[in-house]
């Protein structure tokens, strides 16, 4: 296998980086592409765009690193085109989650991706590896469940902001989602990469 092919599952990884860093170092406003309950139906890029900006260098550089992390774990499950599927799929959950909900929330981050993505492969892990897919999935339950209880409190890394949890929900099921709806082209692409 050369370099190229075990680095092309990452470049969907690299390239929403890559977008968020641009974003946040740029010299222009981003704020047409954050989230927001009223505005979002006549501006509705912003349910993917809001997750590529974000609050402060920590948070960004945080969300930037979860995102490589989690995009080498499961690089097997992923070519650039069924990973940039997946987060489409998985920023449209997590913004749209919380709106049905009626909850008026403005967020911004990678972070309700990033549980989506970790869902995703999670759920592929349990094709391989029974307990060790199961054993990932509780650690999401936890992480959700630990999010919904420290619902309301600020973090002082995020400026004061909360946790965006149900953004995190929603972007987890979207991982879950993606995969009935990604399946038959996920197994063509992979094959052909082989």
Known sequence: MSLF??????????????VSVI?????FDYQGLQIEPVTWPEQPWTLVTTHLVHLNMQH?????????IISIIFSSYYSTR??????????ICAS???????????????SGLL??????????????????????????VFKLAWDLYNANQSVAWLDGATVAYWA?????????LAIPLLKRKALELLSKEE
Not at 61 to 68: F, P
Not at 122 to 137: D, E, I, Q, S, W
Request: hydrophobic residues 60%.
């Open 23 to 27: 974003i946040f170092y740029g010299q």
């Open 96 to 110: 749209a989650f919380p709106l049905f909900l009626g909850t008026p929330i403005s967020f911004v981050g990678l």
């Open 60 to 68: 960004l550089w945080v969300n930037v690193a979860a995102l490589l």
């Open 168 to 176: 995190h929900i929603g972007g987890a099921f979207g991982g879950v």
């Open 5 to 18: 092919q075990s680095v092309k599952p990452l470049l969907g990884a690299f390239l929403l980086a890559l």
């Open 115 to 140: 549980h989506g993505l970790y869902a995703y492969g999670a759920v592929h892990t349990l094709k391989t590896n029974r307990y060790f897919g199961a054993l990932m999935l509780a650690l999401l």
């Open 82 to 91: 069924i990973f940039l599927n997946v987060f489409i799929i998985c920023a």
